[in-house]
């Protein structure tokens, strides 16, 4: 008898790991307010440091941001940080500086739903006891 697969019942789905993100966009210091300041990732010390690309460290896995042009994906990207109210106040931080893009965030009960100046949606959780320890450094 042949099993049905139910992808309800997956927790991850059917992916194991997006090591890079590439995303277009068209100005490194709005996506260094977001990235950087805002959702507090880190930029790669060591490669492509210049204007025309940014890389970003999201533990093992990056966000490259080069400068050509914009691009939005379909869909959302979630992030799993380690301090949802840290982010909340840091996205706060830069409302000001990003009020002109179509830069928007929510936190609600346990996550954060952030879009960055391009139109791009990310929904930021914190870690989840269910999946084990976590090393999100």
């Not at 210091?29 to 970003?56: H, K, S």
């Not at 400068?67 to 379909?74: A, D, I, N, V, W």
């Not at 830069?94 to 179509?102: G, I, Q, Y």
Request: net charge negative; hydrophobic share 45%; aromatic share 8%.
């Amino acid at each position: 008898m042949a099993k049905t697969y139910d992808r309800a019942q997956e927790d991850v789905g059917n992916f194991a790991m997006l090591e890079h993100v590439n995303l277009w966009q068209p100005d490194q210091r709005l996506a260094t307010l977001f990235y950087i300041v805002g959702l507090e990732l880190t930029r790669d010390p060591f490669l492509m440091v210049g204007l025309e690309n940014m890389w970003v460290n999201i533990g093992r896995n990056q966000v490259h941001l080069p400068s050509q042009g914009t691009q939005r994906l379909r869909g959302s990207i979630g992030l799993v940080l380690p301090d949802l109210a840290r982010v909340e106040a840091a996205l706060q931080g830069v409302s000001e500086a990003l009020a002109d893009t179509e830069f928007t965030f929510t936190a609600a009960n346990d996550r954060i739903e952030a879009t960055c100046p391009w139109g791009n949606r990310f929904i930021c959780h914190a870690p989840a006891e269910e999946f084990g320890p976590a090393d999100l450094s």
